[in-house]
């Protein structure tokens, strides 16, 4: 009891960690994939972000979102070559697009049992090294190294992304513009078959520096050259995404080593990176941790932002180095409310806001404005609000025979039940508000996104003092009168319209969710039949085209207008093509136009091509646009520099924590609750009393 006097009882931490620079955090499902040529999710990307470097990143205080170099010294230098490879400045000329990236020097690797090197110079740990039956954990190993990272990495790097042993979720996309990238593949892919055969093993491990890739080399220790194929603007952003960070190959020989992939020690579970941070501990049944590499080669905290950044206080770390926090805990929390109630106590120094907290944390004043409640306000709570760059909507099958196709019949029952499904509704309901019904298919903060009259679709709602109004639904009902399904009575059959749709929501709680969908139909006098099954049953259906009707979403992979608009685009198609065009739409003029738009730079001309194509998806209507999710954070009062950043995964470097804050509101809030341990003394105390005197009569009466 002593020992825990000046911190909370209950806290859930050591005491050695108290005044400590720490993190606090949690997650709920544990990583697959933390090798960066594989992993291709945010729970993921949480993680990998801190640890590896591409070589450019996103502001993190700019809006719009702007591309800055990381570990490039330099924005890259573009090249556009004709087919000759000569310079030129004419689009209709360009065959080839050249990227020269010029590297920041003297970045160094984590130290890493990969990079440990003997007296010689050979690396310690290679297949003759006797103990590895003794190694359970990445840190078993003695001794580690580091090394200077070098353009050999990054070109190493993209070659693991044709590598046909680790399935890389973008190779089919990389494919499409880098130079010899297929071609590498292939013969990479038959180096790999005969090596499997002489060696006998099932993954054996193949040095891809013996293999050269022709649209990617190292032009010395600090230049490299990716060449795509023709004209991919959308480039640049993935070069600000893990998949082209830097990789030693010393790494994949390492953990090739005979007997680590049994006791799990591969790169997909401990990554290794020259980022501000490593990951030491990797036990994602209890937590995860990642602590501040002491090989990082420094980083400083921006000095520009937006106009409001300097007043809001955002600003007032400019210049400092970077990192701040020196280790952030992440613990298993698979239930909500003990999150929530860590965080209430300080445990978590930052929090979203689940349905069963909403009420507790939020309320909406008489405006409709959101606010925290009284509650959150006395502990010095801070909520924080952003629209995403994502979209979720509701999906026709354009193959089908009743919702699909280009008829008039199928477009105008398309636009009805685009009106009848209430997302507003919806969005009250079973997002506690925490949204905005979708006008079209860009969110708010990428290029091509229309506000206010401008952006109001006008099929589905109307203009009402420049507020959008969803259209009655006895307009709904007179577009389907004209597509032939009066009060929803099909002229095929002479009976209701019964349509399908497919859903993987298969638990309790999600049977309120399927009967607001039936009801939004019922509206029209259509029956709407669900159909759940698992994920991937589902998936095989989407990808068979036997899916009538769905739902979806979509995350920004960057800012750009192509990555939503090529989720419609023809050759896009989930059935033709297995491509990210679910709803297998297909419209030859939308198709044309965004063939010039993904080319263009962002400006007047551009935005005049998105408005017509959005323009025709209004028509067409193959989604019922849905919803932009609205992101609510908390934050702790002690815990600084969280302006939300929708497309960053690396900003753990740039939070900052008063340590002594936290720890003095962790004791206020969490007093020790001593009447238990009174009452439990009361108790034993009256319990006591009776049979000491029992036991005092039974000793007189012996005395007598």
């Known amino acids: 009891m002593l020992s825990a006097c000046g911190q909370a009882w209950n806290n859930p931490y050591p005491q050695s960690q108290a005044g400590k620079n720490i993190y606090y955090s949690a997650f709920g499902e544990r990583p697959k994939h933390l090798d960066p040529a594989r992993s291709y999710s945010s729970n993921e990307w949480s993680f990998l972000s801190q640890i ?12 719009p979102y702007e591309l800055v170099p990381l570990m490039a010294s330099k924005m890259p230098e573009v090249v556009f070559l004709d ?3 000569q310079p030129t400045d004419d689009p209709q000329q360009v065959a080839y697009t050249d990227y020269l990236i010029n590297l920041q020097q003297g970045a160094r690797y984590q130290p890493h049992p990969a990079l440990a090197t003997d007296a010689e110079g050979e690396a310690r740990y290679n297949a003759k090294w006797p103990g590895l039956e003794d190694v359970h954990t990445l840190a078993d190993f003695e001794h580690t190294g580091t090394r200077e990272v070098t353009a050999e990495d990054y070109v190493y790097q993209v070659k693991r992304l044709a590598s046909p042993e680790l399935h890389s979720p973008i190779a089919g996309l990389m494919k499409e513009h880098i130079v010899g990238f297929e071609a590498f593949q292939k013969s990479v892919s038959q180096a790999y078959e005969k090596l499997k055969q002489k060696t006998g093993e099932k993954h054996p491990w193949l040095d891809l520096n013996g293999y050269q890739m022709e649209g990617v080399s190292a032009l010395d220790r600090y230049n490299y050259r990716i060449r795509l194929e023709g004209l991919y603007p959308q480039f640049i952003y993935w070069l600000a995404m893990n998949f082209f960070s830097p990789m030693p190959w010393e790494a994949e020989r390492f953990y090739h080593l005979p007997g680590l992939k049994e006791n799990n020690i591969t790169l997909d579970w401990f990554p290794i990176g020259s980022g501000p941070y490593m990951l030491t501990e990797n036990n994602p049944n209890l937590r995860m941790i990642l602590q501040k590499n002491p090989e990082f080669r420094g980083e400083t905290y921006p000095v520009e932002g937006e106009e409001s950044d300097k007043a809001s206080g955002i ?14 805990i992440y613990s298993l929390e698979k239930e909500s409310i003990p999150r929530w109630n860590k965080f209430l106590q300080g445990f978590y120094d930052l929090s979203g806001i689940g349905s069963d907290s909403f009420d507790q944390a939020v309320q909406f004043g008489g405006s409709g404005e959101v606010q925290l409640t009284e509650e959150m306000r006395q502990q010095g709570i801070e909520l924080q609000t952003s629209s995403a760059t994502s979209i979720f909507y509701f999906g026709f099958n354009m193959k089908d025979p009743v919702v699909g196709g280009d008829s008039q019949r199928a477009r105008l029952l398309r ?9 507003e509704e919806f969005i009250s309901i079973f997002r506690n508000g925490r949204g905005v019904p979708a006008q079209g298919p860009l969110p708010p903060g990428i290029f091509g996104h229309r506000e206010g009259s401008e952006g109001i679709n006008k099929v589905v709602f109307r203009e009402v003092d420049g507020r959008p109004v969803r259209r009655s639904i006895d307009e709904a009902k007179a577009l389907l009168a004209q597509a032939g399904y009066e009060n929803g009575i099909d002229p095929d059959t002479g009976s209701r319209l019964t349509l399908y ?12 969710l399927l009967n607001w969908y039936r009801k939004q139909f019922q509206k029209l006098g259509i029956e709407l039949v669900i159909r759940a099954s698992d994920y991937n049953r589902f998936q095989d259906k989407m990808a068979k085209g036997t899916a009538q ?15 939503f608009l090529f989720l419609l685009y023809g050759p896009n198609s989930r059935v033709d093509h297995h491509g990210e065009n679910a709803a297998n739409y297909n419209n030859p003029e939308f198709d044309a136009l965004f063939d010039r738009m993904k080319y263009l730079p962002s400006g007047e001309e551009r935005q005049q091509i998105i408005d017509q194509m959005v323009e025709i998806l209004h028509k ?14 908390l934050r702790h009062q002690w815990y600084h520099n969280t302006k939300p950043n929708l497309m960053a995964n690396n900003t753990l470097k740039y939070r900052r924590i008063d340590t002594s804050l936290r720890d003095q509101k962790r004791v206020e809030w969490n007093p020790p609750i001593l009447w238990p341990l009174l009452l439990i003394a009361v108790i034993f105390i009256v319990t006591l009393v009776p049979a000491i005197m029992l036991y005092r ?8």
């Not at 600003?315 to 952030?328: Q, S, V, W």
């Open 52 to 63: 590896y470097e591409p070589p450019l990143q996103y502001h993190f205080l700019k809006r």
């Open 83 to 85: 087919a000759d490879m």
């Open 315 to 328: 600003l007032d770390d400019a210049g400092r180095d970077l990192p701040f926090i020196d280790t952030a």
């Open 415 to 423: 636009q009805a039940i685009s009106i009848a499904v209430d997302y």
């Open 501 to 512: 749709y497919d859903s993987t929501a298969t638990g309790p709680d999600d049977k309120a």
């Open 549 to 563: 009707l769905f739902t979806w979403g979509w995350n920004a992979d960057y800012p750009d207008p192509e990555n």
């Open 620 to 633: 067409d209507a193959p989604w019922v646009w849905g919803f932009i999710p609205v992101d609510y954070v």
């Open 697 to 704: 009569r039974h000793e007189r009466s012996r005395a007598r």
